[in-house]
T-cell receptor, first 119, second 112 residues
């Protein structure tokens, strides 16, 4: 099946610094990628939809100036957590949509996640 | 955000028994549903999906049932194995290429 990678898998940073997380679709092109955040023992919460070549669409309550998303190519989207604080510590998961099929075969493939810890 | 759960409900089953995980979805306009399995520290893994024009779909050891009248989805796992221990999420999608929204999840623990 299709593979989505994330880098780094884990990152620890100091409060106030910025952290960039990469999401790559390895064997398919993804015009649309999604970024989720997951706190311990909770569900995945959609943060934003990343569209290649255009601005990301953010979910209500997600600060676009804090979580910068760039989708510069059909295989790469990046999420930058700016001026990170301890409350931003979370598991960040991306997914990439393979739109090569029809409506019913449209499938999102998820990355392995990135564990961010802000000290 | 949407559909964020606060505390994961837990289901414990004996190895070899069948498991049933339930999910209530929120959007009556959703027409595509997916079950995911998430192991600790990993991303979600696709298990099985179902379209809104179906009420049952079977895979290998798994069956998904959909009741649109009461907006209920269930995942049945036959002959549950220790490797099935994980958190299971149902997810819904509204239109053809819409975003996937996750339900609160259920933690399945298999007792050897």
């Amino acid at each position: 099946g299709a593979v989505v990678s994330q880098h780094p898998s884990r990152v620890i940073c100091k409060s106030g610094t910025s952290v960039k997380i990469e999401c790559r679709s390895l064997d398919f092109q993804a015009t649309t990628m999604f970024w989720y955040r997951q706190f311990p023992k909770q569900s995945l919460m959609l943060m934003a939809t990343s569209n290649e070549g255009s601005k990301a669409t953010y979910e209500q309550g997600v600060e676009k100036d804090k979580f910068l998303i760039n989708h510069a190519s059909l295989t790469l989207s990046t999420l930058t957590v700016t001026s990170a604080h301890p409350e931003d510590s979370s598991f960040y998961i991306c997914s990439a949509r393979d739109q090569s099929g029809d409506k019913w075969t449209d499938t999102q493939y998820f990355g392995p996640g990135t564990r961010l810890t802000v000290l | 955000g949407e559909s964020v759960g606060l505390h994961l409900p837990t289901l414990s089953v004996q190895e070899g028994d069948n498991s049933i995980i339930n999910c209530a979805y929120s959007n009556s306009a959703s027409d595509y549903f997916i079950w995911y399995k998430q192991e600790s520290g990993k991303g979600p893994q696709f298990i099985i999906d179902i379209r809104s024009n179906m009420d049952k779909r079977q895979g290998q050891r798994v069956t998904v049932l959909l009741n649109k009248t009461v907006k209920h989805l269930s995942l049945q796992i036959a002959a549950t194995q220790p490797g099935d221990s994980a958190v299971y999420f149902c997810a819904e999608k509204g239109t053809s290429y819409d975003k996937v929204i996750f339900g609160p999840g259920t933690s399945l623990s298999v007792i050897p």
